[in-house]
Antibody, heavy 118, light 109 residues
Framework: EVQLVESGGALVQPGGSLRLSCAASGFTFSTSWMNWVRQAPGKGLEWVAKIKPDGSQTYYVDSVKGRFTISRDNAKNSLFFQMNSLRAEDTAVYYC???????????WGQGVLVTVSS | QSALTQPASVSGSPGQSITISCTGTSSDVGAYNYVSWYQQHPGKPPKLMIFDVNSRPSGVPNRFSGSKSGNTASLTISGLQAEDEADYYCNSYGSSDTAFGTGTKVTVL
């Protein structure tokens, strides 16, 4: 059974940092492009970042460039998301998702809530 | 890449057919056959319903179908059922950043 389990969500103050994790099982993680997709309360889906299977290339939406870093540990089947200089507009449910073919996502985690507020 | 444009809402009665459009450009929807559709119920993660414009993953009912014409892709739900009430998002491979559609709320009357 395929599972993606996110953790690390929390309430954090503006300017603070947070590290999300996503534990993968049931598929070959080491050969999969992995992504973070977020959804602000009551809003639509927004792709945020992706990482190549070997971790050698990463891509980000403009609004998080320089603040967020996606990384992975293939030996531990884990995806990470380091979020620094958090802003109120980063408040959202964050999903990890697998891209199985040309930015099409077949596996999704249950999501983790990040709230940025003072 | 800008978000793909979808109607905000579509509604239909049980048993009817509805179609949701997803309008992009000649750089994304019009250029590639990598359009996908996702269903999302409240409080749940998105679920892949259609990939490669018109392919269904295992387990997705065949009343869900996809198509494309020019720069516009479409998702059709035939024989609408109560459990189809949800938000639907499209996505297309394109020339720059990944961008989902604006989302469509489907209401079963």
């Amino acid at each position: 059974e395929v599972q993606l389990v996110e953790s690390g969500g929390a309430l954090v103050q503006p300017g603070g940092s947070l590290r999300l994790s996503c534990a993968a099982s049931g598929f070959t993680f080491s050969t999969s492009w992995m992504n973070w997709v977020r959804q602000a309360p009551g809003k639509g889906l927004e792709w945020v970042a992706k990482i190549k299977p070997d971790g050698s290339q990463t891509y980000y939406v403009d609004s998080v460039k320089g603040r967020f870093t996606i990384s992975r540990d293939n030996a531990k089947n884990s995806l990470f998301f380091q979020m620094n200089s958090l802003r109120a507009e980063d408040t959202a449910v964050y999903y990890c998702a697998r891209d199985f073919s040309y930015e099409q996502f077949d596996y999704w985690g249950q999501g983790v809530l990040v709230t940025v507020s003072s | 890449q800008s978000a793909l444009t979808q109607p905000a809402s579509v509604s239909g009665s049980p048993g009817q057919s509805i179609t949701i459009s997803c309008t992009g450009t000649s750089s994304d929807v019009g250029a590639y056959n990598y359009v996908s559709w996702y269903q999302q119920h409240p409080g749940k993660p998105p679920k892949l319903m259609i990939f490669d414009v018109n392919s269904r993953p295992s387990g997705v009912p065949n009343r869900f179908s996809g198509s494309k014409s020019g720069n516009t892709a479409s998702l059709t739900i035939s024989g609408l059922q109560a459990e189809d009430e949800a938000d639907y998002y499209c996505n297309s491979y394109g020339s720059s950043d990944t961008a989902f559609g604006t989302g469509t709320k489907v209401t079963v009357l």
